[in-house]
């Protein structure tokens, strides 16, 4: 059932839901207007900003600088935020903002088992299936499993470590920059990153597939 | 709160989904509510760990048949109504009822894209655990919110990282105030957790608050 809710269908499916919710938003919105508790252009503003200015881009040029500098990735392994806030690529990324590092015996895999907590400032807001049950349920006992439904095998000597964002504290993967991209600029590095690599379910693009 | 929502171990929930080229928002309700919601988040009235715990005392079965989206907004009925900012009978009625009470802050569009926190806070007492250190953490069962999960319970593990002073969820959440602690990233072994089947190589860490932790 939660599957089933969880997941994106069409409309034809939830048709009744999707009316139900659609008057209590309207209902809530109207009443916070009307009390004077919100603002309707600050409410247009934070849509915009999720819409088209936050997103794993941000995660992506990170991750691209880290794979670049060795002393920006030595700073953003030390204490993300600070790092973070160096490059100004976001007007200024909250605290407790910890970058944790791939490795070729290592691969890290972030979750939130309690709700769904993610670092939406520099990789916008969650996907549906890192707010689903079976990844809050799986991740912490079946990462193997879990990587499977994403097409993802790692090699039987990488062990596996979960991140539980049970406080907060939020985290990224700084992914393994790909064999091949020897010489590659930052721009170009960072269309290799995908969100699933910086969530750890699943890993960079290999260059022969953006070349 | 042992509820629903402290879903990590639980079996029976199938594959995971991905969803190509997933949208930010999959309808128009999510988009206004997603900005509602953070915008009450941000008159201070209440705090994100008020708003997690009212989405747990969501009835089990409510809270599993509902989109995370449909949570945030039921458990927001909750706030307004347990704060006193809007009554069931205005959202009934779609209008407000009554005036408005006066608040802290308001979100204006100048003061997005928001910027959380910071949740770290001056320490009332230095820390009882360093990194190394081998710790067991509490079998508690609160009935309020807790942010030390079910599957992490009375398990020993290693402190690795010492995160600073932080607002701690279980009081703060119960109007109990913010009552900082130190907050410590521990980790487990994959088997003290699951056993003996457990995935050999794996380790998972929580973020663990200073009172849920004794020395191992």
């Not at chain 2, 319970?153 to 130190?182: L, M, S, Y």
Request: aromatic share 8%; with cysteine.
């Amino acid at each position: 059932m939660e599957q089933k809710h969880e997941h994106h269908h069409d409309h034809d499916e939830h048709g009744s839901e999707l009316s139900e919710m659609q008057l209590r938003v309207r209902a809530l919105e109207t009443v916070l207007i009307e009390k004077g508790y919100v603002d309707p252009e600050a409410l247009d503003a934070v849509i915009e900003a999720y819409e088209t200015k936050v997103g794993p881009h941000i995660g992506a040029r990170i991750v691209a600088k880290a794979w670049s500098d060795l002393s920006f990735k030595r700073a953003l392994l030390d204490d993300g935020t600070k790092a973070v806030r160096s490059l100004g690529v976001i007007n200024r990324v909250s605290d407790h903002l910890i970058a944790v590092e791939n490795t070729p015996k290592l691969h890290n895999m972030i979750v939130c088992t309690l709700c769904s907590c993610y670092p939406w400032e520099v990789l916008g807001l969650p996907p549906v299936w890192y707010k689903s049950a079976p990844y809050r349920s799986r991740a912490v006992n079946d990462p193997r499993g879990v990587l499977s439904d994403f097409g993802v095998m790692l090699p039987a000597d990488t062990a596996i470590r979960v991140w539980d964002s049970t406080a907060e504290t939020r985290f990224i993967v700084l992914p393994m920059r790909p064999n091949g991209t020897e010489g590659w600029s930052e721009e170009k590095l960072a269309g290799l990153v995908t969100r699933d690599s910086m969530i750890g379910s699943g890993l960079p693009k290999q260059p022969s597939k953006v070349a | 709160m042992d509820g629903v929502h402290d879903m990590g171990g639980m079996h029976g929930f199938g594959k995971v989904e991905p969803e190509p080229n997933e949208p930010v928002f999959h309808d128009d309700w999510e988009r206004r509510l997603h900005a509602l919601h953070r915008a009450m988040n941000s008159t201070g009235v209440w705090v994100i760990d008020h708003a997690r715990f009212a989405r747990e005392q969501l009835p089990p079965a409510v809270y599993l048949a509902s989109t995370y989206y449909k949570r945030w907004e039921l458990g927001m009925e909750k706030l307004l109504a347990d704060f006193g900012l809007v009554g069931p009978d205005e959202l009934a009625a779609g209008h407000a009822l009554r005036p408005g009470k006066a608040l802290k802050r308001k979100l204006t569009a100048a003061d997005v894209p928001i910027t959380r926190g910071p949740f770290s806070r001056p320490p009332q007492a230095p820390a009882r655990f360093k990194p190394g250190d081998r710790v067991r953490t509490k079998n508690i069962h609160p009935t309020t919110h807790t942010r030390l999960p079910r599957y992490a319970r009375n398990r020993i593990g290693v402190i690795e990282v010492v995160r600073g002073c932080h607002v701690f969820p279980d009081t703060v959440a119960i109007g109990k105030g913010e009552d900082p602690q130190w907050l410590y990233t521990v980790l487990f072994d994959g088997r003290e957790l699951w056993g003996e089947n457990a995935e050999p190589s794996l380790k998972v860490s929580i973020e663990a608050f200073e009172p849920y932790l004794e020395p191992a």
